[in-house]
């Protein structure tokens, strides 16, 4: 178990990086919403290159840093990784998220790396998976972020100590 400041500090940086996940797919989903629905080429274009460097650069790094931060806030407290169902529930859902982030990953660049060439054909079906993704990556972080509010499964108040 970490010392009690150590375990504010475990919490606050697995907090900031959950939200900063979250907040940076939902930056993605603008990008991705503005390069299906765009009638403006160049914007469509840039939004596909900036997802691209978003997805490897940010997206990416971010999501293993909440991931690890998480693994080790549950280690070092009383909540464990295998003591409650709700905590087994987060991280399998985290590492279906990063997961299926990381295959996405290739195609998301090579989308980025199309998109560059303005002599390139830039299709709207290649632009609506990640879309897609992006959508479903922010219901699955939804849900993390509300099991970690709420607890269910099994977490109980603490009883005082006699």
Same mark, same amino acid.
């Given at each position: 178990?970490?010392?009690?400041?150590?375990?504010?500090?475990?919490?606050?940086a697995h907090l900031t990086l959950s939200?900063?996940?979250?907040?940076?797919?939902?930056?993605?989903?603008?990008?991705?919403?503005?390069?299906?629905?765009?009638?403006?080429?160049?914007?469509?274009?840039? =939004? %596909?290159?900036?997802?691209?460097? #978003?997805?490897?650069? *940010?997206?990416?790094?971010?999501? $293993? +840093?909440? @991931?690890?931060?998480?693994?080790?806030?549950a280690l070092g407290t009383k909540w464990?990784?295998?003591?409650?169902?709700?905590?087994?529930?987060?991280?399998?859902? =985290? %590492?279906?998220?990063?997961?299926? #982030?990381?295959?996405? *990953?290739?195609?998301?660049?090579? $989308? +980025?790396? @199309?998109?560059?060439?303005?002599?390139?054909?830039?299709?709207?079906?290649?632009?609506?998976?990640?879309?897609?993704?992006?959508?479903?990556?922010?219901?699955?972080?939804?849900?993390?972020?509300?099991?970690?509010?709420?607890?269910?499964?099994?977490?109980?108040?603490?009883?005082?100590?006699?």
């Open positions: 178990m970490f010392a009690p400041g150590l375990r504010k500090l475990a919490l606050t939200i900063g996940w979250l907040g940076a797919v939902i930056a993605f989903l603008a990008l991705a919403i503005a390069a299906v629905t765009s009638a403006d080429s160049q914007l469509a274009r840039s =939004s %596909c290159v900036s997802m691209g460097f #978003l997805a490897v650069y *940010v997206i990416v790094p971010i999501a $293993l +840093a909440s @991931l690890l931060s998480g693994l080790l806030s464990g990784v295998f003591r409650y169902s709700w905590v087994i529930v987060k991280l399998v859902l =985290s %590492c279906i998220a990063v997961a299926v #982030l990381l295959k996405q *990953v290739g195609p998301i660049r090579d $989308l +980025a790396v @199309l998109a560059r060439d303005p002599m390139a054909s830039l299709a709207i079906p290649e632009a609506k998976r990640p879309l897609i993704h992006a959508a479903g990556g922010l219901v699955v972080l939804v849900v993390v972020q509300v099991i970690g509010v709420y607890k269910p499964w099994g977490a109980r108040k603490a009883q005082p100590e006699a």
